[in-house]
């Protein structure tokens, strides 16, 4: 077995999107290939075609396929200097504003947004922030909002906590048992999960800052574009656009929309 070809990635994009409406048409192909090929491995599926029959035919097979495209890697302050920054520098502005609107964009497993409301509660905005946190995928919209992580993984957030400006004793924002740490459910009251699909779906509210960090690096030149304009229009005058530490606007004509902030960080502002 080999990775799919781009021409059967066309096929099965072309056909998850007239079957179920998820749209990958946009996406990377080598990226999409690799990931694909992971999900026919899962289901020891050898045959291209036989594995677009059954991804097409059975719904549980295409959640498995769903599974593998979404994007998955994440961690409590993740980049904590990136936090820092926008703790000492955009914070500041948000507090200005008697309401603040926070899209956390192709969240993953939730990481993200629980970080952010930390930060605002430590911050004292939380109570009147609103944090949107969304992902295409319905059920790692669903894990999220549980605010559960692997409790091995709590010794490395603290050390991103730390590093990103983290006033307290991190363990105050959890309980833990044996397995999982759960993330104090208080943190959960001004955020909303939600599903959105950053291919297909536009603007929902407008927003003060928008973090969709490590997404981007996914999509082709037409989507990416496309989703820096919905970030346009989805901000205030002069808000807050924060991308991954791998991405950049520079060679995407949506990008002359944005000034830059910081460039290691990559933290931008509206125009």
């Known amino acids: 077995m080999s990775i799919p070809s781009p021409q059967q990635l066309d096929t099965l994009a072309d056909q998850v999107y007239e079957q179920y409406g998820q749209d990958f048409r946009h996406y990377s192909r080598s990226s999409m290939g690799r990931r694909v090929e992971a999900a026919m491995t899962q289901l020891k599926e050898r045959e291209f075609d036989a594995f677009l029959m059954r991804v097409t035919s059975d719904v549980e097979v295409f959640n498995e396929l769903l599974k593998n495209l979404s994007i998955n890697v994440t961690a409590m ?22 309401h603040i609107r926070i899209w956390s964009a192709g969240m993953s497993t939730g990481a993200e947004p629980w970080s952010l409301a930390i930060l605002l509660k430590e911050e004292g905005l939380l109570e009147r922030s609103l944090i949107y946190a969304t992902d295409f995928n319905p059920n790692v919209v669903r894990q999220a909002a549980q605010g559960a992580f692997p409790l091995e993984r709590m010794a490395d957030y603290t050390r991103n906590y730390i590093t990103a400006g983290g006033k307290n004793a991190f363990s105050k924002y959890y309980s833990a048992t044996p397995l999982q740490a759960y993330l104090d459910p208080k943190l959960k009251e001004n955020m909303v999960f939600s599903t959105h699909n950053l291919a297909t779906d536009g603007v929902f509210n407008e927003f003060h800052l928008i973090l969709c960090r490590n997404v981007l690096i996914y999509f082709d030149d037409e989507l990416t574009n496309r989703v820096l304009q919905l970030f346009h229009d989805s901000l205030v005058g002069r808000g807050y656009l924060t991308l991954g530490t ?6 995407h004509g949506a990008g002359r929309y944005f000034e830059r902030l910081h460039d290691k960080y990559k933290v931008f502002k509206k125009l």
């Open 77 to 98: 302050f993740r980049d904590p200097w990136v936090y820092r920054y926008l703790r000492e520098k955009v914070v500041p502005v948000l507090a200005t504003y008697p």
């Open 246 to 251: 791998k991405e950049c606007l520079r060679f």
